[in-house]
């Protein structure tokens, strides 16, 4: 069955530093990436998209790079800042499917 | 200004009992969607409507019945409420398929 997997257990950096979230996905071949972020008793808001034939996408102090050969996206963040500190999620979307299918997100705490 | 608006944000009620959520857009988007957030904040799409028309009906129960009156509204009946059925509740936008989303605030249902 379509499996994606982000790291499970939260996330702690320093502030400055860069954050690298990672969300792996099995039996699935999307065609759409997605990232979004939620803070808590917030709804997600999303931050970037990024399409298969797309290595790499960035937007100010983000990037997120896309590779379907190893079933992965990594989601930078470059000069963390504690603002920063939330729960990132990805979603995956196939073709034809009309649908996205979200990852359990990894929570991130950037430390000041 | 709410791009996506949900109403109520809290809602407690009995097992047995029938509620509804209702969700409003202002942003002119196509695409309406529900999603369930469970206590292990993973996020399952439930609905989706374009133009009006159902797209997507996942393996939701029957007791859970989407109505959607115009292109901005997206409103979810419940009937006889279960326990499982505790959860937040998201609704969400998106100007065409597959394409990024803009979530409401979410509502936060507890059966008892």
């Known amino acids: 069955s379509q499996k994606i997997e982000q790291n499970s257990e939260a996330l702690n950096i320093q502030e400055g530093k860069t954050a690298t979230l990672t969300c792996n996905y099995t039996n699935y071949s999307p065609a759409y990436l997605q990232w979004y972020r939620q803070d808590p008793g917030r709804g997600p808001v999303f931050l970037l998209l990024i399409r298969e034939n797309e290595k790499e996408k960035r937007k100010e102090r983000l990037k997120v790079t896309f590779d379907t050969t190893l079933k992965q996206s990594l989601f930078h963040i470059t000069a963390s800042q504690p603002a920063d500190s939330a729960t990132y999620l990805c979603a995956l979307g196939a073709s034809g499917t009309y649908k996205y299918i979200f990852g359990t997100g990894t929570r991130l705490k950037v430390l000041a | 200004d709410t791009a996506v608006s949900q109403t109520p944000k809290y809602l407690v009620t009995q097992m047995g009992n029938d509620k509804s959520i209702k969700c409003e857009q202002n942003l002119g988007h196509d695409t309406m969607y529900w999603y369930k957030q469970d206590s292990k904040k993973f996020l399952k799409i439930m609905f989706s409507?374009?133009?009006?028309?159902?797209?997507i009906n996942e393996t939701v129960p029957n007791r859970f019945s989407p109505k959607s009156p115009d292109k901005a509204h997206l409103n979810l009946h419940i009937n006889s409420l279960e326990l499982g059925d505790s959860a937040v509740y998201f609704c969400?936008?998106?100007?065409?398929?597959?394409?990024?989303?803009?979530f409401g605030p979410g509502t936060r249902l507890t059966v008892l």
């Open positions: 409507y374009n133009n009006k028309e159902l797209i």
């Open positions: 969400a936008s998106s100007p065409r398929l597959i394409d990024e989303q803009f």
